[in-house]
């Protein structure tokens, strides 16, 4: 018998086995990573949405468009306002939008803007005739200059919406108003709550 040669087979089978527990074991790791880091990946996803989820918005009949922070970081804040007059005819305007800048909505804050105030802000050459406004969205840059996009049902999108089609109208009054309101800005009982 030749005992060099079974040594040496010997020895390759066992290199093998070690290679392949190797192999294994690699292969363990990357799993292991590939996992860890899919969950970074969702943690850090919740994380950016944690403010934004906090940012709602509703309708109050005719009357006002609420706007809440429920995060205890400010938020710069537009909307996209709506307003329609009705036309039948196919050359007039029946819907027409303009993204209205708020400003800075501090945190814990709630801020109620009469539907009145929205009339300020359509283009003077769309003024006649409009009748009905309401607030199809709010858009807000997040304290990690992400953009966000909420829409009446409660949708949270990452991003802007689609431009609107005209510019405000003088948005003097509308700034006024604001500059006097801001002092009157509710504060939330729920601050840091998720919606």
Not at 128 to 151: A, L
Request: glycine content about 8%; aromatic content about 8%.
């Amino acid at each position: 018998m030749d005992w060099a040669k079974h040594t040496t087979v010997v020895a390759a089978m066992v290199a093998a086995a070690g290679l392949g527990v190797t192999a294994w074991g690699t292969l363990i790791s990357a799993r292991v990573a590939e996992d860890q880091l899919v969950q970074s990946k969702v943690q850090s996803e919740e994380r950016t949405r944690r403010q934004a989820s906090r940012i709602t918005y509703w309708e109050e009949g005719d009357e006002a468009t609420v706007v809440a922070n429920r995060s205890l970081d400010p938020v710069n804040l537009y909307l996209t306002v709506n307003y329609f007059n009705g036309a039948e005819e196919p050359n007039d305007v029946a819907g027409v939008q303009v993204l209205v800048t708020v400003g800075t909505l501090p945190p814990c804050s709630r801020l109620a803007i009469p539907k009145a105030q929205l009339e300020g802000v359509i283009p003077n050459e769309d003024r006649e005739g409009f009748y009905m406004f309401s607030v199809s969205d709010i858009s807000f840059t997040d304290t990690y200059g992400q953009r966000w996009t909420r829409n009446i049902d409660g949708t949270l999108t990452h991003g802007w919406p689609e431009l609107p089609n005209r510019e405000p109208g003088d948005m003097r009054e509308f700034m006024k108003w604001l500059k006097s309101a801001s002092r009157k800005m509710s504060a939330l009982d729920e601050c840091g709550a998720a919606s």
